[in-house]
């Protein structure tokens, strides 16, 4: 855990009045901030508050897609029936993501098996972030069709915040608001067409978007959300403080 320090200053000094130079060179040097928009580029964001609704407005809501139905339980807050949770019955299904050469998807999650090998629980397939568990690691994923990724170091089964972006060439991960690392993966592909979306599969993870279940992932999450641009990791910090 990186613990962050601050400094304070026991001496007490003149207070003198500034001279019209000194009032003006301030004036000049004072940083500015810019505000920190977190809708900005936001094109879908699903808070499982007992439904599937995307709650941004311009996208599908989600869809349970085998058997089984959506089951909700306590958000990392304590809130009941406020965070979605997964039990191997289910998946959940959300189509018409924009894609974009900048992509960055942020999520809350928490596992309940530390046994699970590999299993995609955020999955695309296709030049956007995605996130796997194995064991007690979270991975953040691309695949541009290779697919690399970054790996957590063992993480508890607490509530967690993941953040992965992708700007066409590197994956930037992290996680609870930390950076954890970069891997080198260019799209080496065609130009992403003009209007193109793709699928996200939750919870679970097909062959290739086929009807063959390969795995399903047991643990809860809240806050899914989805960008068409790259977060700053002060954007980062901010969704990891919401």
């Not at 601050?6 to 505000?35: D, G, H, M, Q, R």
Request: proline share 5%.
């Amino acid at each position: 855990m990186i613990t962050p320090l601050a400094f304070f200053s026991c001496t007490k000094e003149k207070i003198e009045t500034p001279t019209n130079n000194e009032t003006l060179n301030e004036f000049a040097y004072k940083p500015v901030f810019k505000p920190i928009n977190l809708n900005q580029g936001l094109v879908a964001r699903y808070e499982f508050d007992a439904n599937l609704k995307e709650y941004n407005g311009k996208l599908a809501d989600a869809v349970p897609n085998f058997a089984g139905y959506d089951t909700y339980t306590v958000d990392r807050r304590g809130a009941a029936n406020s965070a979605i949770k997964f039990t191997g019955r289910y998946g959940v299904d959300i189509s018409k993501i924009p894609l974009s050469s900048t992509m960055s998807v942020s999520v809350w999650v928490k596992y309940d098996n530390a046994l699970q090998p590999t299993n995609y629980f955020i999955s695309n397939f296709w030049l956007s972030p995605e996130f796997a568990q194995d064991f007690d690691t979270y991975w953040g994923v691309i695949t541009t069709p290779q697919t690399a990724g970054v790996q957590s170091g063992a993480m508890d089964n607490q509530w967690h915040h993941l953040v992965a972006t992708y700007d066409g060439k590197n994956l930037d991960y992290y996680i609870d608001g930390q950076y954890v690392g970069v891997m080198l993966n260019p799209n080496l592909g065609l130009p992403i067409p003009k209007g193109a979306t793709i699928n996200y599969e939750v919870g679970y993870q097909t062959f290739n978007f086929s009807k063959v279940i390969h795995s399903t992932w047991f643990g809860s999450m809240d806050d899914l959300r989805f960008y068409t641009r790259i977060l700053s990791s002060a954007e980062v910090k901010a969704l990891y403080m919401l």
